[in-house]
């Protein structure tokens, strides 16, 4: 079955789509370090067999939220929640910083009285 039907996966690099399987291969090793069956991240997540088994598979049609209730059912909600935490976008402050004015005029009516 090829995975890759929508137009945007089919643009998708190789390395994202390696990076996306590796994840579902990560969330079947973290399943089975738990002794966890299939069914019981079936039920624990609400997730369908079908849809369950494609996470593991790391296919990337896959909706986000799906891969969120396996991290959180595993116990890793909070990375989930801190992946891209503009805290931490080291590129996004760098570019931030970068745009600051180098000096800051008022106009008359907004100066302090």
Same mark, same amino acid.
């Given at each position: ?22 994840? &579902? ?39 986000? &939220? ?48």
């Amino acid at each position: 079955m090829d995975s890759m039907k929508s137009g945007a996966t089919a643009l998708m690099p190789l390395s994202v789509r390696r990076a996306i399987r590796k994840f &579902g291969e990560d969330i079947a090793v973290g399943r089975k370090k738990r002794r966890l069956t299939v069914e019981m991240m079936v039920e624990r997540t609400g997730l369908s067999t079908n849809t369950y088994r494609r996470v593991e598979a790391g296919e990337p049609t896959v909706a986000i &939220g799906a891969y969120a209730m396996c991290l959180l059912v595993l116990g890793h909600g909070q990375a989930f929640a801190s992946l891209i935490d503009q805290g931490r976008d080291d590129v996004g402050l760098v570019l931030e910083k970068e745009r600051l004015p180098k000096r800051v005029r008022l106009k008359k009516e907004e100066m302090p009285a």
